[in-house]
């Protein structure tokens, strides 16, 4: 009885120490806040001695260091029958290594006040670091530790399997999930891309630790690393701290072959019957990579038509003139190997059709007349006035860091990127909404119990 009290005594103790490393991170990351928002961003390239290539913001204010780094190639690689690797991988990485178990690992994040994650996408699988810059070696050491030995030990695979099912479980419950894993399914069928990102339950199943094993071994080469840096750490630091993290993983990765694709089903309307009150609706078409020239006119159009939240179009005809939903959306989703324009909502069943229809004239409103010059003006204050405020946390910039490299953007992009929305002209958008633009080519997934809806599949 006594062990039992003595283990409850230090179990509320670990957990309050990580409630107040969270509180004092959290502070932490409000003054940055403050005392950045005039501050110029100056981003330097670092080569390690080793030669690992990172971006560095350097920011000696606060005393934190924010790391971010992505391996190019995500879930899209997972094999055939082993659906949700790359997942399972991303639950496990921080769930002991080297001599510790998991509840060692943990409790040493938590003792140094360290915030350690990682993240499986489609195209990528990512990982994150937030150290004070007094614990930052111990939290080098246990990154590295995470990489170069992950245990994988049963009982941690088995817990976080588990949680990996039960979440799978509960996406086939929801109307949203289930529409975007049935697009994806629809428009990229017989393609990498077409498989559930989070994996299915048969896949997790069947996964063992050799396979994870495996997946560290083929994934994590250095020549497919990509890092980003903000924070209390000099560029002579930074160095030493790439080395101590990366240097021990292989050189190269495992190569992926994952074919260039496009979506397709242009037109095809599946509605997949779930019983629920409202229906979820998903449509999509082609869009536009992020290394196409035309990307920023797309970007500041999508603002207009439905991502710029109530003052876009879509929000305005089918939300407020309407009541037909509470929020919809446009977004653009440049993969990899392929591109997507897309629109999400969820209505009533009764109202799908009209819902539908309502959107596609929009499309069409815009494909046939673009923008007026007021919409675009108001976008791009929007655009431009708002982007400092992403630049509000150490995790944020080093985040953007990531996608800069990844995008091949160049290392003097947040210097160029409102000059590159200021040129957007209504011209611009005009010729790419008929070129890009179809009302009548979006693939139409529809999840609930819809009425009036014309269904090519069901």
Known sequence: ARGLRHGRIAAKRRQARLVMSRILLAALALMLVVQRSAAAVEVQRVVSPGGIEAWLVEEHTVPIVSLRFVFRGGS???????????????????????????????KALDDSVVRMGFKAGIDKFGGSLATLTETGDVAYHLLAMALNEP???????????????????????????VARQQWYVTAFAGHPYARPPGGTIAGVEAIT??????FVRDRFGRDALIIGVAGDISAQDLGRMLDLVFADLPGE??????PETSPGAGGMVLVERLPQPQS?????????KR???????????????????????????VR??????????????????????????????????????VVRDEVTRLHDEGVSEEELT?????????????????????????????????IDYLDRRNGLIEAVTREDIAALAAELLDPDGFAVVVVGEPEGIDATSQ
């Open 378 to 410: 108001d976008a791009k204050t929007y655009l431009t006035g708002s982007f400092p405020l992403r630049l509000d946390s150490n995790g944020e910039i080093a985040s953007i860091l990531v996608g800069m490299q990844v995008a091949e953007l160049g």
């Open 253 to 258: 990765a495992r190569p992926g072959d994952i």
């Open 291 to 317: 290394t196409d020239p035309r990307y920023y006119t797309a970007y500041v159009m999508n603002h207009i038509f439905g991502g710029g939240g109530f003052s876009s179009r879509l929000n305005m005809e």
């Open 280 to 288: 979820a609706l998903l449509m999509g078409q082609v869009g536009l």
């Open 151 to 177: 245990r994988f030990d049963v009982d941690a695979l088995e817990r976080v399997r588990a949680q990996v099912i039960a979440g799978l479980e509960r996406a086939a419950r929801d109307g949203n999930e």
């Open 76 to 106: 899209a690689l997972d094999p055939d029958g082993k659906e949700g690797l790359a997942e399972l991988a991303s639950g496990l990485l921080n769930e002991g290594a080297g001599e510790m178990d998991a509840l060692a690992f943990q």
């Open 320 to 357: 407020e003139k309407r009541g037909l939903a509470y929020g919809i959306f446009s977004y653009l989703v440049p993969l990899d190997h392929a591109a997507s324009f897309m629109i999400g909502t969820a209505t009533q069943n009764a109202r799908v059709s009209e819902t539908l229809g």
């Open 209 to 214: 630790r050799d396979d994870l094993l495996a």
